[in-house]
C-alpha cells in the first residue's frame, strides 16, 4: 500500500490526548506539591484511592516523546530542511505564545499558586530558550519543548542528507549508543543534546513508523527492542528518583508495565489492527492535545484554588479538566489555527527569498568590446594606461 493511500491514524490522535489527560490527572491530582498548593491538602488525603493511579501520570510525556518520533519521522519523509523547518515552528510557536500570554494573565491576577514571572522571563519564554540558560518557564510543563526541540535539531541532520530507511536506522541506532556513552561522559553539553534519559522513547518512535511504513525486519525489531530494555531502565531510574524527591510510593514494576503497555499499543497500531478506526472526533481530540497541554498545569490549579470548596473534588477535577479542553479548543480555533496560517506563507516567502540572486551583490563585469584596429585575441589583454 503506498503512503499516500493509507488511512489516517485516528487512533494514533486519540492517544496523544489520553496522553495528555494523564499528565494532568498526575498535576491535580497525583503530584504531591501542586496538590497541596490547589487543593490545600495532601494528595493522599484530598483524593485516597485516585492518586494511587494518578502519579504515574508523568509517564505520559514519555508517551508523548514515542508519538513524537512517529509523527516527526512519518511528516518529515520527502520534505527539505526548509519546509521541515517551517512546519515545527508554524506548529509550535503560535499556540505556545498564546499559552503564554494568557497563563501570564492569569497568574498576574491571582497568583495564588504560583507567582508570576518578571517581564525578562516572559521575554525569555517566547523564545522557548529559557531551559538553555536555566531561566524559569512560565509554566512547567513547557520543559518538555526543550527535550523535543532538542530532538528535532538532531533529527534535521537526517533530513538535511535526505531521510531513507537506511539512515533513519543508523541514526536511530547511532543516538542510542551515542545517548549511553554520553551519560558517564562528563561533557554537559553532550548529555544536554543526546538526552539519554529520553532517546529511547523518540527512536522508539522513529523505529515504530519505519515498521508502518517498510514492513517489520530483524534490524527494524532490534532497534525497537533495543529502545524497549533502554526505556525500561530509565523508568526505572525515574520512579525511584521520583520517590526520593517527592516521598512518593509508586512501584517500579508498575512503570515498567506502563511503558510496557506504552509500546504494545503502538505496536498495535503500527501493524495497522486498529485502522478501521476513523472516528471524527479523534482527530479534533489530536489537535486539541497541545493547546490543552501548555495551558492545563498552571491555570488548572489556580482554577482548583478558587473552585475546592464549592463542590466534591472530583466534581471541581471533572469541570477544571473540561474547562481546560473547552479553552484549548478556543485557542486552537480563534488564535493557533489563523496565525499558522500566517506564519506559514510569511516564512514560505521568506524562504522563498534566500534562493534569489542577491540584488545587491557584484554587478558582472562588462564584456569587452573590441575595437576596429584591435584583433579580437589583443582585446582580452588589458591595457597598462
Not at 491514524?9 to 490547589?38: C, I, K, N, Q, T
Not at 505556545?96 to 494573565?105: F, K, L, R, S
Not at 522508539?204 to 530494555?229: C, N
Not at 472526533?281 to 482548583?304: C, D, N, R
Request: proline fraction near 5%; charge should be positive.
Amino acid at each position: 500500500m503506498t503512503e499516500a493511500r493509507r488511512p489516517r491514524l485516528a487512533a494514533l490522535d486519540g492517544l496523544r490526548l489520553v496522553a495528555a489527560l494523564y499528565v494532568a490527572m498526575y498535576h491535580f491530582s497525583g503530584y504531591g506539591p501542586g496538590v497541596e498548593d490547589a487543593w490545600g491538602t495532601s494528595r493522599e488525603t484530598a483524593f485516597p484511592t485516585l492518586h494511587a493511579i494518578s502519579q504515574y501520570g508523568w509517564l505520559g510525556v514519555e508517551l508523548f516523546f514515542m508519538i513524537s518520533g512517529f509523527v516527526i519521522c512519518m511528516s518529515s519523509w520527502g520534505r527539505s530542511p526548509g519546509a521541515f523547518f517551517r512546519s515545527r515552528v508554524t506548529r509550535l510557536f503560535p499556540a505556545y505564545w498564546a499559552a503564554i500570554a494568557i497563563t501570564t494573565v492569569v497568574l498576574t491576577i491571582w497568583p495564588v499558586v504560583r507567582e508570576h514571572r518578571r517581564y525578562s522571563d516572559i521575554l525569555l519564554n517566547l523564545s522557548m530558550m529559557q531551559e538553555a540558560v536555566g531561566a524559569p518557564h512560565i509554566d512547567a510543563v513547557y520543559w518538555t519543548l526543550w527535550s523535543e526541540g532538542l530532538f528535532y535539531i538532531l533529527f534535521s541532520f537526517v533530513i538535511w542528507r535526505g531521510l531513507t530507511l537506511k539512515r533513519a536506522i543508523v541514526f536511530g541506532y547511532g543516538w542510542l549508543i551515542a545517548a549511553m556513552l554520553a551519560q558517564n561522559s562528563g561533557v554537559p553539553l553532550l548529555k544536554t543534546f543526546l538526552q539519554p534519559n529520553y532517546a529511547s522513547f523518540f527512536v522508539a518512535g522513529i523505529a515504530l513508523y519505519l515498521i508502518y511504513r517498510f514492513g517489520p525486519d530483524l534490524l527494524l525489531w532490534g532497534l525497537l527492542g533495543l529502545s524497549f530494555v533502554l526505556s525500561i531502565y530509565w523508568t526505572d531510574r525515574q520512579v525511584r528518583h521520583f520517590n526520593e524527591r517527592f516521598d512518593m510510593t509508586m512501584n517500579t514494576l508498575v512503570g515498567a508495565a506502563l511503558v510496557t503497555a506504552f509500546f504494545v499499543v503502538l505496536l498495535v497500531i503500527t501493524l495497522g489492527w486498529t485502522s478501521r478506526i476513523q472516528w471524527r472526533w479523534l482527530t479534533t481530540a489530536g489537535v486539541l492535545t497541545y493547546p490543552f497541554y501548555l495551558l492545563h498545569e498552571y491555570i488548572g490549579w489556580t482554577m482548583i484554588y478558587g473552585l475546592r470548596d464549592q463542590a466534591p473534588r472530583l466534581v471541581v477535577l471533572a469541570v477544571v479538566v473540561v474547562a481546560m479542553l473547552v479553552a484549548a479548543y478556543l485557542l486552537h480555533r480563534l488564535i493557533e489555527k489563523p496565525l499558522a496560517r500566517v506564519m506559514s506563507a510569511k516564512l514560505a516567502e521568506a524562504s522563498a527569498r534566500l534562493d534569489r540572486p542577491d540584488r545587491f551583490g557584484p554587478r558582472p563585469a562588462a564584456p569587452v568590446v573590441p575595437s576596429p584596429r584591435t584583433s579580437p585575441e589583443k582585446a582580452l589583454v588589458p591595457s597598462r594606461d
